[in-house]
């Protein structure tokens, strides 16, 4: 009976390590779909956007409005911002703001009397947050005291 004991074990041993291959091989494979498809759900977000920006784009051969054009274009972008706005992502836009280097790239310093020396007088390029996480800092001119 030793010797049935014994194989039993060893199939059972057999067994586990098969199951815990299986269970590895398994798991390598979903990391590697969240990762290929970690992006689909920003992209079935983005594709309204894509369809609206085309859209815009047809209006000037069907139209010499430009008031049409510009609309549409300022929906798109509406849409685009509440996308990004939905996925965690917050505008850093800091004119007239005390400067912060955590968020804001000072490009210069300009002697400034009429606002507070250190404060943001002019955004270059807004900045972008995800979940509190600088992405892109604002690239923004600070005033200097004079």
Request: aromatic content about 2%; overall charge negative.
């Amino acid at each position: 009976t030793t010797e049935g004991e014994i194989e039993a074990l060893r199939d059972q041993l057999l067994r586990t390590v098969a199951e815990s291959e299986n269970i590895r091989r398994r798991a390598s494979r979903d990391v590697e779909n969240a990762h290929k498809y970690a992006n689909e759900k920003l992209l079935e977000d983005l594709l309204p956007i894509l369809d609206s920006l085309e859209k815009a784009l047809e209006l000037p051969g069907q139209s010499d409005d430009a008031k049409a054009v510009s609309e549409g274009i300022e929906i798109s972008l509406r849409m685009f911002r509440e996308t990004l706005e939905r996925g965690g992502v917050a505008i850093v836009d800091p004119l007239g703001e005390p400067f912060d280097p955590s968020k804001h790239e000072a490009l210069a310093m300009v002697p400034k009397d009429e606002v507070e020396p250190n404060s943001v007088i002019e955004v270059v390029q807004k900045g972008y947050l995800l979940n509190e996480r600088v992405v892109r800092a604002a690239r923004v001119i600070v005033s200097a005291a004079s």
